[in-house]
């Protein structure tokens, strides 16, 4: 019933920018924390940004600060994460995640998982 749903991953040179989305279905973002997190190769699931359920406070990891942001359109039911500046390590799958409560931006803190889009950077 409850069901979130990536899309807007794809190919992007180094440098360059990428939005991906999440539609949530079967319950409403005002009453979910949300999650972006992503696996790269070879790499543990990892948190990325988390927002919480009022939307006003954010958790970033380190190696996005200043280059991904998070937002929502409660009407459209969508959560997005902008990506800008774009590194060959950022080349990952990533997911989107719902949690009842604002807590840690980690895997295990997250109870509901979409089923992940490729993202990959190269030249």
């Known amino acids: 019933q409850l069901q979130l749903v990536e899309s807007g991953g794809g190919l992007v040179q180094p440098g360059g920018s990428l939005r991906l989305s999440c539609v949530a279905s079967?319950?409403?973002?005002?009453?979910?924390?949300i999650g972006w997190f992503r696996q790269r190769p070879g790499k543990e699931r990892e948190g990325v940004l988390c927002i919480s359920t009022s939307g006003d406070m954010r958790i970033y990891a380190d190696s996005v600060k200043g280059r991904f942001t998070i937002s929502r359109d409660i009407a459209k039911s969508t959560v997005y994460l902008q990506m800008n500046s774009l590194k060959p390590v950022d080349t990952a799958v990533y997911y989107c995640?719902?949690?009842?409560?604002?807590?840690?931006?980690?895997?295990?803190?997250?109870?509901?998982w979409g089923q992940g889009t490729q993202v990959t950077v190269s030249s």
């Open positions: 079967g319950f409403s973002l005002d009453y979910y924390a």
């Open positions: 995640a719902a949690a009842k409560l604002f807590r840690r931006c980690e895997p295990l803190a997250y109870d509901y």
